[in-house]
């Protein structure tokens, strides 16, 4: 079962700052199978990015991602008020299928 | 566009079945077996777990660590999935979603419900 872990657990940052988020997996991934997701309060999840890198229809683009084998990362190039929320990263595997990471809280500094 | 939206009873007792229902809108001209649907559940203040997956009416992968106790089922007439969760507890109260996955590609989920909260409780 692959594990993902996501750090920080919470970031502290001001408008027009760059975010830089991190999803370790405890065994290599496939690049074509990360995910990334943003949740504000009392919403449901929003898929920002697929596939490590290729951003989902109306996002934009100062969201990125990157990484490969086990270390992938979600930048926000510089942070709009709108961005401040709790972003989880996902993969697809074999059992079970789809796994989270447990979450990062990125908060108005 | 695709909307999901989910019902359910709001609140179950321990040891009980939760019914949910996930009624898909806006794939006209297409079939809701055309795609793979998710079921997700966040309990209060945590993160997201996944709970199984639906394609075709008939395949289902299921988290191990829930499928003794959940069994998913889609009515293409309806245009519905629906989840029933057996001998729920008090860890089962969650926001429970239904997801859509991109055709062909059960990598992810691009179009999410609202999401519908139950607790567990006698």
């Known amino acids: 079962e692959i594990v993902l872990t996501q750090s920080p657990g919470t970031l502290s940052l001001s408008p027009g700052e760059r975010a830089t988020l991190s999803c370790r997996a405890s065994?290599?991934?496939?690049?074509?199978?990360l995910a990334w997701y943003q949740q504000k309060p009392g919403q449901a999840p929003r898929l920002l990015i697929y596939?490590?890198?290729t951003r989902a229809t109306g996002i934009p683009d100062r969201f990125s991602g990157s990484g490969s084998g086990t270390d992938f990362t979600l930048t926000i190039s510089r942070l709009e008020p709108e961005d401040f929320a709790v972003y989880y990263c996902?993969?697809?595997?074999?059992?079970?299928?789809?796994?989270f990471g447990q979450g990062t809280r990125l908060e108005i500094k | 566009q695709v909307q999901l939206q989910e019902s359910g009873p709001g609140q179950v007792k321990p040891s009980e079945t939760l019914s949910l229902t996930c009624t898909v809108s806006?794939?006209?001209?297409?079939?809701?077996?055309?795609?793979?649907w998710s079921w997700i559940r966040q309990p209060p203040g945590k993160g997201l777990e996944w709970i199984a997956y639906?394609?075709?009416?008939?395949?289902?992968n299921y988290n191990p660590s829930l499928e003794s106790r959940v069994t998913l089922s889609m009515d293409r007439s309806k245009n519905q999935i629906s989840l029933k969760f057996r001998s729920v507890t008090a860890a089962d109260t969650a926001v429970y979603y239904c997801?859509?996955?991109?055709?062909?590609?059960?990598?992810?989920?691009?179009?999410w419900g609202k999401g519908t909260p139950v607790t567990v409780s006698s």
């Open positions: 596939g490590t890198s």
């Open positions: 065994q290599s991934l496939s690049s074509s199978y």
């Open positions: 996902q993969d697809f595997g074999d059992s079970p299928r789809i796994t």
């Open positions: 806006g794939v006209s001209g297409d079939s809701i077996t055309n795609y793979y």
């Open positions: 639906i394609y075709s009416t008939a395949s289902t």
């Open positions: 997801a859509r996955h991109p055709p062909t590609r059960p990598h992810y989920m691009d179009v």
